[in-house]
């Protein structure tokens, strides 16, 4: 199997590290790098996650880049009160062993100029990184073999607010660059990562009775996110919202993928960071916005099942 080189961009999260542990999991990518940026938790603390992280899997060879510490323009927003002061839930990562090899912006720029139409870029964070990089080298996206970007609500309702997804409220005017930027560009919706599910019973009776290091992980870090969901009187779950945008790369034909005219929302008091589209039956130069892949429709039980093989 030729293996894709792919390189994640996180703001670890503990659903960004079930997304490394996918991608880490899977045969058919090679992880050439794990960048971070400010977005559930700060930057310091996001960095430290995916260096303790890889520190517990084993994989300190995989280099891990800082990137942007705060938005392009907005305050920063955080989701501590889902992923934990640590973000990493209650789980306890080992003392990293490796530095940070670099800055995230410009080892984006560099890799995507040396193997252009090769790399594909799992965006699973607020895309800050990823839209510094087109801003400092315009055409630097266009580069990447694909961009797979977990983030917005098409017709679903938001969660940071009744209209924006966090990663593209966290950043809207990087999201709305990356949007712009002429990327092959896939976007991972909530309305598709609301469809994969995992229960507590996954939790419960498929992965802590595996007893190993990274099952006792995975056991720890969803901890915070149940005990939310108990409090406010829902059914205790972990949706896979970053694991979901692995999934594109290692199985796409289990989405259902539309193409939609979106332009994102970088101004409004109760709009900001929605994601707008242009449904209108006009020809396309006076459509709003840029056609979009979006994924719509997944087939939950496959990636489920994929994502629980894969991971441990
Ligand atoms: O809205 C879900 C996204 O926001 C995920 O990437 C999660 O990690 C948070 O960053
Ligand atoms: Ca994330």
Redesign the pocket.
């Known amino acids: 199997m030729n293996t894709q080189p792919v390189i994640l961009d996180t703001?670890p999260?503990?659903?960004?590290a079930l997304a490394i542990m996918l991608a880490l999991g899977s045969p058919e990518l090679d992880v050439i790098g794990i960048c971070t940026v400010s977005?559930?938790v700060p930057l310091k603390t996001g960095t430290r996650n995916a260096q303790g992280l890889l520190q517990l899997l084993e994989r300190t060879d995989i280099p891990v880049f800082a990137g942007a510490d705060q938005p392009l323009k907005r305050d920063p927003v955080f989701?501590t009160e889902?992923?934990g002061e640590s973000g990493m839930g209650q789980a306890v990562l080992p003392e990293p062993s490796q530095e940070v090899k670099g800055d995230a912006v410009d080892f984006l720029i560099q890799t995507l100029s040396d193997q252009p139409g090769e790399i594909t870029i799992i965006a699973?964070?607020?895309l800050t990184n990823l839209a510094l990089a087109e801003q400092r080298q315009p055409g630097t996206l266009q580069k990447a073999r694909q961009v797979i970007v977990?983030?917005g609500a098409i017709v679903e309702t938001g969660?940071?607010t009744p209209v924006a997804?966090?990663?593209f409220y966290?950043d809207p005017h990087a999201a709305q660059i990356v949007v712009h930027s002429g990327a092959a560009l896939l976007v991972v919706p909530?309305d598709a990562?609301r469809q994969v599910i995992l229960s507590e019973s996954n939790i419960e009776n498929q992965i802590a009775p595996l007893q190993t290091v990274a099952s006792q992980f995975v056991v720890d870090a969803t901890q915070n996110v149940l005990a939310l969901y108990r409090q406010l009187g829902r059914e205790p779950i972990v949706?896979l919202?970053?694991p979901l945008a692995v999934g594109a790369a290692i199985a796409p034909e289990l989405l259902r993928v539309e193409t939609l005219y979106i332009d994102i929302e970088t101004s409004g008091d109760l709009t900001l960071g929605q994601v707008v589209t242009d449904r209108r039956s006009l020809p396309p130069p006076h459509r709003l916005g840029k056609p979009v892949d979006c994924a719509i429709h997944v087939n939950a039980e496959a990636f489920l099942s994929l994502f629980l093989k894969r991971i441990f």
């Open positions: 703001d999260g503990v659903d960004d977005g559930n989701a889902v992923h699973v964070g607020p977990m983030g969660n940071s997804e966090f990663n966290a909530l990562t949706y919202h970053d």
